[in-house]
């Protein structure tokens, strides 16, 4: 299953920055204590079909979205999460290299911001990418 090989190859690389930005990160469907008035991230994977070019199976190839949703108190000025977009578009750059346990891969499209979705006491921004990448089965 090379999602979950895709899949650890960003949170690796996204864990490491969130940890050295004081930053909380949530994956998933993992059970999360979210932190009270504090800016955090709550990561996903969304895998596309998986695919064969080859008549040998001798490699499938993987490609989803990764979205990293900034989740901001109501009181935060919108530059904070547009940093952080930069900032992981930094992290991120398209063409980089996803590597892990098999799986080779890709950013395959810039990071992008989505639309901002309020709630009473607080605001998500949600940022994605797509990646692209193979493995033997």
Request: aromatic residues 8%.
């Amino acid at each position: 299953m090379s999602h979950a090989r895709a899949r650890r190859a960003i949170e690796v690389k996204l864990d490491a920055w969130a940890e050295a930005e004081g930053l909380m990160v949530a994956h998933g469907a993992e059970p999360f204590d979210p932190p009270e008035g504090q800016v955090y991230l709550r990561a996903f994977l969304i895998p596309a079909s998986t695919t064969c070019r080859y008549l040998n199976a001798s490699e499938l190839e993987y490609s989803g979205i990764y979205q990293v949703s900034i989740i901001t108190p109501i009181d935060q000025l919108i530059s904070v999460p547009e940093q952080i977009i930069d900032q992981l578009s930094a992290l991120f750059p398209l063409d980089s290299l996803l590597d892990r346990a098999g799986f080779l891969g890709q950013v395959s499209a810039p990071v992008e911001q989505g639309p901002t979705i309020t709630e009473p006491d607080r605001y998500t921004v949600p940022a994605s990418f797509t990646y692209r990448g193979s493995a033997a089965p």
